[in-house]
């Protein structure tokens, strides 16, 4: 029996997601005394690292880097076939999150999708997540033979003290795709919203998109991401995979920093999930004040370009 | 391009502004003056993407709920936005799982072209019931499409990943789960509401499921303590605590 962790990569190299994946997949190997096996498809170039995040094998199946969910399922369950997987570990990613319904059905085991605990074994297998869009979490019990988790993103932080792993092929099932990708399309240069430590999030209070460059300069001078509120991507201010909230992209940084969001009660539930919340906001009613660690009450053209001097002169002086 | 058989999976959510609680020593959802909504994935994209099909290549759309009698207002209501008839299986589902067997036993046999999810629902936020159902019916799945559009038999879909989109092409029958982006809410008209009252809703039973998760506690996140207000012409002084106190940078 063994703990199987489906690592994802991007152009040939292991994602942070991936990483985060088998640290929590080491845990639950140590939890389970059982062995931790990290499987990877399609070209990557950096796989045997994977062994330093916990994984005691690292196996890899020949295919073209294009996501089709039916044959990386095929290809994840015929190896946990394989290794007789007891629990099946996933990313909560949009690639995972395709996978884990589906690897579920085929399996015919329990799925938690986006946990945020490890599994609590004392009383049959139970495991935490995020619902009601952040107000709430649930603890569900799984009931079947095998399990499927896909783990939420920044919920635990790489760790990485083993040793490079040698990489194993394994077959590659066979499959005939219906699905031809024709573009993947990144936004250049910056960090993706889902896995940035750090945010920088603008809402109606900037008046007009003309005026989003002294945004842009604070996350640049953090390394941050930037992402808008609801009113903000629906008046195309911004693109629509930059809007947070409940009904956007829900994310949970170390450090989330609303500039002008008022902080209605759909738009914390995308990011009160957040390790440290900072508001700047010229209205000190603001309701978003009341779920925020740090408060500045103050005209947003002039406060964040103070905010943006100062964290330059904090790194300069690192 | 021959006319769609398209299937839309809709599901009764509380609403978005809901103030979320729990009875039963924290193990039920506490329903008590909790109004509810059609799920706005599948209301407001799901739908509203298989009405522009429609209008493009004609066809028809059938809603399916799996829910009891208490669905029935959001079941109308997407009649009367626009969808030709609905199917209710009556079960109040035991988890995701249940949902997706009881649609793809609804699917299997009426060979729909397209099939919609929303991404997720608001309550449970599991995104699951649209990969579930693809795997019951062995159908390629696309996640999280903010476009459509049809060119002869192609259709050629965007979706969501993180930090950008993927642009797919790929021909019927599959499953899609809705993103933002996809179609714009469409408000229903008093024709609409009229004609809704007249379309057809068939009630089916229920196939046997054997649930493999169940929620057993539930907690509130713990809250931010107090927010420490920082004077707006010292943001080194902020700076100072978000590395010294908070040390996330």
Not at chain 1, 106 to 118: E, F
Not at chain 1, 246 to 266: D, F, K, M
């Amino acid at each position: 029996m063994s703990i199987l962790v489906y690592a994802e990569h991007l152009d040939g190299t292991c994602k942070k997601a991936a990483f985060e994946a088998v640290t929590y997949a080491r845990k639950v190997a140590d939890e389970m005394s059982l062995p931790c096996i990290a499987l990877t498809i399609g070209d990557v170039g950096n796989a045997g690292e994977l062994g330093t995040y916990g994984a005691d094998r690292v196996l890899h199946a020949a295919a073209n880097n294009h996501f089709d969910g039916q044959h990386h399922a095929k290809q994840i369950a015929h190896a946990a076939t394989e290794v007789n997987a007891k629990v099946i570990i996933l990313s909560h990613t949009s690639t995972g999150k395709a996978l884990a319904g589906r690897l579920a059905v085929m399996l015919d085991a329990g799925l938690a999708s986006g946990v945020n605990s490890l599994p609590d074994l004392s009383t049959g297998f139970r495991v935490k997540r995020s619902v009601y869009s952040g107000k709430a979490v649930a603890t569900y019990e799984l009931s079947s033979d095998m399990q499927v988790l896909s783990v939420m993103g920044n919920t635990f932080p790489a760790q990485a003290n083993g040793t490079l792993a040698q990489v194993e092929q394994v077959e590659s099932v066979q499959h005939e795709s219906r699905i031809t990708v024709q573009s993947v399309n990144k936004a250049d240069g910056s960090v993706p919203l889902p896995e940035a430590d750090l945010v920088v999030s603008g809402g109606r209070g900037f008046k007009g998109p003309e005026n989003w460059d002294i945004l842009l300069q604070l996350a640049e001078a953090l390394g941050a991401a930037t992402a808008c509120s609801r009113p903000v991507a629906d008046s195309g201010w911004r693109p629509h995979h930059e809007h947070v909230g409940q009904t956007g992209v829900a994310i949970r940084p170390n450090l989330y920093i609303a500039i002008g969001i008022s902080g209605a009660i759909q738009h914390l539930g995308g990011v009160n999930n957040s390790k440290t919340i900072v508001v700047i906001n010229k209205d000190p009613e603001a309701p978003f004040f009341k779920a925020a660690d740090y408060g500045v009450v103050g005209d947003l053209f002039e406060v964040v370009p103070k905010l943006t001097a100062a964290v330059k002169a904090y790194k300069e002086g690192v | 391009m021959n006319a769609m058989k398209q299937l839309v999976c809709i599901s009764k959510t509380p609403d978005t502004t809901s103030r979320i609680s729990f009875v039963e020593d924290s193990t039920k959802f506490d329903t008590d003056g909790i109004q509810y909504i059609m799920n706005p994935y599948d209301e407001w994209y799901a739908l509203v993407k298989a009405l522009e099909v429609k209008e493009q290549v004609g066809g028809s759309i059938t809603v399916i709920n799996v829910g009891d009698a208490s669905s029935e207002q959001i079941i109308r209501k997407a009649l009367a936005i626009g969808a030709d008839d609905a199917i209710r299986v009556d079960k109040l589902a035991e988890d995701a799982g249940d949902v997706a067997a009881q649609i793809a036993a609804v699917a299997k046999n009426e060979a729909y072209d397209l099939i919609y999810t929303g991404k997720e629902t608001i309550d449970y936020n599991n995104s699951e019931v649209g990969s579930r159902i693809a795997a019951h019916l062995d159908l390629p799945f696309i996640s999280y499409a903010n476009a459509l559009s049809i060119e002869g038999d192609t259709f050629t879909i965007a979706r969501d990943i993180e930090g950008g989109s993927e642009v797919l092409t790929i021909q019927a029958p599959f499953v899609l789960s809705a993103s933002k982006g996809l179609a714009e809410q469409r408000i229903p008209n008093m024709r609409g509401i009229m004609m809704a009252k007249r379309k057809p809703l068939e009630v089916k039973e229920a196939v046997a499921y054997q649930a493999t998760s169940k929620i057993v506690e539930y907690e509130k996140p713990e809250g931010r303590t107090s927010c420490k207000l920082v004077d707006p012409d010292n943001m080194n002084e902020l700076v100072r605590l978000l590395h010294e106190e908070a040390k996330v940078i």
